[in-house]
């Protein structure tokens, strides 16, 4: 966290409730649709909050205000944002985990788009298309961010990144790089090749296999992963438009793998073959 000066409440006056209006306010911002009209989101816990207070300071982020308890606003360095100090109920409140951690960032929602966020052309992407579990997503953000990756789109009719579990599944990570969402998935498939990336899906019916690309020299190509839902894969019409799906291979009496599983390792898989060509 970064140094700097708490724009505190004023001294002698009580923690908010659950029922003062910016915890109310802030509380709205649980639902998707709360966060869409407030441009806002919430991060939860020590390690979210951090990140978020890192990228603030360096300008990638902007965390608008937090929310503590008297135990966790004690903890805090000081930084140049809003601290509104609240009850254990008005912090629990604005959490949506068993156990609130009773700290909270309020963030502007990021506005970026797919070719904004592709703008540098980076040489690895994950696209998600029709994902509905936000542990999931926000697990495949952090899977992103560990790989290199220099995105992660949001495509279609897919959980929102910065839903409350999506956010702390990203374990921060969703403050590191670039994360955009449109739901019109052929523009997103689109912005991609206009930014000079193979177009591969996860699909575990398809015919080659990570080992067999990676033999032929396939994966050290500038690639856009695409992803679709464990339960119903990716559409046709999806796969029509790309240059081609891979599975991953099962050595094993594993059915499947899940997405997250599944991403992790068609990302590295590709971010070896990139580090290591030439």
């Known amino acids: 966290m970064t140094e700097g000066t708490h724009e505190q409440q004023r001294p002698g006056t009580p923690p908010l409730t659950e029922r003062s209006s910016r915890v109310v306010v802030a509380r709205k911002l649980t639902r998707r649709a709360g966060r869409d009209r407030a441009g806002a989101f919430l991060a939860e816990g020590a390690q979210a909050v951090g990140e978020a ?18 135990e966790q606003a004690a903890k805090l360095p000081e930084v140049d944002v809003p601290l509104h100090v609240v009850t254990d109920r008005a912090a629990a ?22 070719a904004e966020a592709l703008a540098e052309r980076p040489p690895l992407v994950a696209v998600l298309l029709g994902i509905s579990d ?55 498939l689109a912005a991609c090749r206009a930014a000079g990336l193979r177009l591969v899906g996860a699909d575990g019916y398809a015919e080659g296999d990570l080992d067999t690309a990676s033999v032929a020299g396939e994966l050290a190509a500038p690639t856009a992963w695409v992803f679709g839902s464990e339960a119903h894969g990716l559409p046709p019409e999806v796969l ?39």
């Not at 050595?251 to 997405?259: C, K, P, V």
């Open 53 to 70: 207070l890192n990228a603030h300071a360096a300008g990638r982020a902007e965390v608008r205000a937090l929310f503590a308890t008297e």
């Open 240 to 278: 029509a438009e790309l240059d081609a799906t891979l599975r991953v291979p099962i050595y094993g009496g594993a059915e499947s793998l899940n997405l997250a599983t599944a991403a992790a390792v068609c990302l590295y898989a590709s971010a070896r073959a990139q580090r290591h060509r030439g």
């Open 134 to 188: 936000p542990g999931n997503a926000g697990t495949v953000v952090r899977v992103a961010d560990a790989a290199g990756a220099g995105a992660v789109l949001f495509a279609g009719d897919t959980v929102d990144p910065y839903n409350g579990k999506a956010v702390r599944a990203s374990t921060g990570s969703v403050f590191h790089l670039p994360v955009a969402r449109d739901r019109d998935a052929p523009a997103v």
């Open 93 to 114: 409140s604005l959490s949506e985990t068993v156990t609130p951690q009773g700290l909270v960032a309020q963030c502007a929602l990021p506005t970026t788009t797919p």
